[in-house]
C-alpha cells in the first residue's frame, strides 16, 4: 500500500519514456501511523479528564495534580535515548517500540486502581516512559523505510495520522462525559481498549524488518558493523552535522513555551467561556493535521533543517497574536492556527532531519537524542516561563519570549546550512 503524490505541474501527458514522478509512502508508515492514532485517542483521552478525575473524582488537591502533570511532561524525555540505543543495539526496533506500547497499556490498567497522588503518579510516569522508549524506535522505522527523496513526506503522513488520534481521543472522554456524567473509570476502560487494538495491529501487522532495509542513495552505509562498537553510536552524534542540529534546536526549545500558557493568556483576554479551553488543543491538533503533509512534502523539496527552523516564525507570531488588535475571537483562532503550523514544521521535520544526518545503524539513536534535547529544553522553558508570568505578567512575558525568539531564528537558519547534505562520518 502507497500514499501516491503524483508531481506533473502541468507537464505533458506520461508516456512510456515519460512518467510523472511519483513520491511514495510504504505501508509500514501508514501502518505505524494508524498505531499512533489508536494509542493517541487512548492516551489524549485520559490526559482530557485526568485533571477533572485528579482533583473531582479522587478529591486530590491542584499542588498533586501539578506534581502529576509535571511527571506527564517529563519523564518521557528522559528515556528516549534508552529506547533508541535499545532499538539499534538488538536491530529490532519493531519489538523495543511493542515494549514501549505495552507499558502504557499496563499504566491504563493501573489507573483504574490507583486512588492516592503517589499511585497516580507512578501510574502516569509508567505511562510516559513507555512512551519514551516507543518514540526513537519507531520514528528509525519510518526513516529507514521511506525512499530518500520522501523522508519528510512520509513523516508528515504518521504525523496526520498520529494528530487525528490527538483529536479524537478528547473529544471521546467529553462524549462519555456527557452520556455518563462522572464516568472517569468509563473513559480509562474505553481508553484501554483503545490502547490495546494499537499494540495488536503493531504485533500483527508491522514487519521486524533490519535496520538497514535497503542501500539509501543519500549517503554511503556506515563503517561499522551493525552492532558496531560500543561508543560508535556516540561517536556518530558528535559529527559537527549532529551538534549543530542539537544545537540549534536547543536552543530554540527553550523559548518554546506550552501550549496552555498561551491558552492561558487569551483565557485572562475574556475571550471564551473556561468550558471552552479543552477545545483549543482540539484546534491546534486539527491544524496540525491539515498542515503537516504538506508542510512534510515542502521540507524535502526546499530543506527539512531550513524547514524546521522557519517554522518558529510561526510561533513568533502566535506569541504575539493575542496582543494583536484582532478582537479576542480573531486572537483565539489565530493563535489556534499559528500553534498547528508551528508543530506541523517541526515535530516530524525534525525526526526526519536527525533520521538523516547518522548513518542508518544509528538512526533511532540519532532521532530520539534530537527529540530528547527539545522535550528537556521545552520543560525549562515552560518552567522559567511561569516564573516571567508572574513577574511581569502575561502579556510581557509573551513580548519578552516573541523577542528572544524572533532573534534567534536568523542565526539558527545560518548555523544549519548543509545540514541536509552533510555526509556521514565513517
Not at 556516540?234 to 551538534?243: D, F, I, Q, T
Request: positive net charge; proline residues 6%; hydrophobic residues 55%.
Amino acid at each position: 500500500m502507497y500514499v501516491t503524490v503524483r508531481e506533473d505541474h502541468g507537464a505533458p501527458p506520461a508516456t512510456a519514456t515519460t512518467a510523472p514522478r511519483r513520491r511514495r509512502v510504504p505501508r509500514v508508515v501508514v501502518t505505524l501511523g494508524l498505531v499512533s492514532l489508536l494509542t493517541d485517542v487512548s492516551s489524549e483521552s485520559v490526559a482530557a479528564v485526568l485533571p477533572l478525575y485528579l482533583t473531582l473524582g479522587l478529591g486530590l488537591s491542584t499542588v498533586a495534580y501539578g506534581f502529576v502533570d509535571s511527571l506527564y511532561q517529563g519523564v518521557g524525555a528522559l528515556v528516549r535515548i534508552a529506547g533508541g540505543w535499545g532499538a539499534d543495539r538488538s536491530g529490532r526496533p519493531k519489538w523495543v517500540a511493542f515494549a514501549g506500547y505495552a507499558t502504557s497499556c499496563v499504566a491504563r490498567v493501573g489507573l483504574l486502581v490507583a486512588t492516592g497522588a503517589g499511585a497516580v503518579g507512578a501510574i502516569v510516569a509508567l505511562d510516559r516512559v513507555g512512551k519514551g522508549l516507543r518514540t526513537g524506535p519507531r520514528d528509525a522505522m519510518i526513516s529507514a523505510a521511506a525512499p530518500a527523496d520522501s523522508v519528510g513526506l512520509a513523516f508528515g503522513v504518521h504525523r496526520a495520522l498520529d494528530t487525528t488520534g490527538a483529536v479524537l481521543g478528547p473529544l471521546v472522554a467529553f462524549a462519555l462525559l456527557w452520556w455518563i456524567p462522572g464516568g472517569y473509570l468509563t473513559v480509562m476502560v474505553v481508553s484501554l481498549g483503545f490502547a490495546l487494538v494499537g499494540l495488536a495491529l503493531l504485533g500483527l501487522f508491522v514487519e521486524d524488518r533490519p535496520r538497514v532495509a535497503r542501500r539509501d542513495p543519500e549517503r554511503a552505509p556506515s563503517a561499522d558493523p551493525p552492532d558496531g562498537p560500543a561508543d560508535g553510536g556516540w561517536r556518530e552524534l558528535a559529527s559537527p552535522a549532529v551538534r549543530r542540529l542539537l544545537v540549534v534546536a536547543g536552543l530554540l526549545g527553550l523559548v518554546t513555551v506550552g501550549d496552555g500558557f498561551l491558552y492561558l493568556a487569551l483565557l485572562d483576554q475574556g475571550g471564551f467561556a473556561v468550558h471552552w479551553f479543552p477545545l483549543l488543543y482540539v484546534g491546534t491538533s486539527v491544524t496540525y493535521l491539515l498542515l503537516a503533509v504538506p508542510l512534510g512534502a515542502l521540507a524535502d523539496r526546499w530543506g527539512r533543517a531550513r524547514t524546521m527552523v522557519l517554522g518558529h516564525v510561526a510561533l513568533v507570531a502566535a506569541y504575539l497574536a493575542p496582543a494583536w488588535p484582532v478582537g479576542a475571537l480573531g486572537a483565539t483562532v489565530l493563535t489556534v492556527v499559528l500553534l498547528g503550523l508551528f508543530y506541523a514544521a517541526t515535530d516530524g521535520v525534525l525526526a526526519a532531519v536527525a533520521g538523516r544526518v547518522v548513518a542508518p545503524a544509528f538512526r533511532a539513536r540519532g532521532i530520539a537524542t534530537a527529540q530528547t534535547v527539545v522535550a528537556v529544553s521545552r520543560m525549562g522553558a515552560s518552567a522559567g516561563f511561569g516564573l516571567l508570568w508572574f513577574w511581569v505578567g502575561p502579556a510581557n512575558a509573551l513580548l519578552v519570549v516573541a523577542t528572544v525568539l524572533a532573534c534567534l531564528v536568523p542565526p539558527a537558519l545560518l548555523a544549519v546550512r548543509g545540514v541536509d547534505r552533510a555526509p556521514v562520518p565513517a
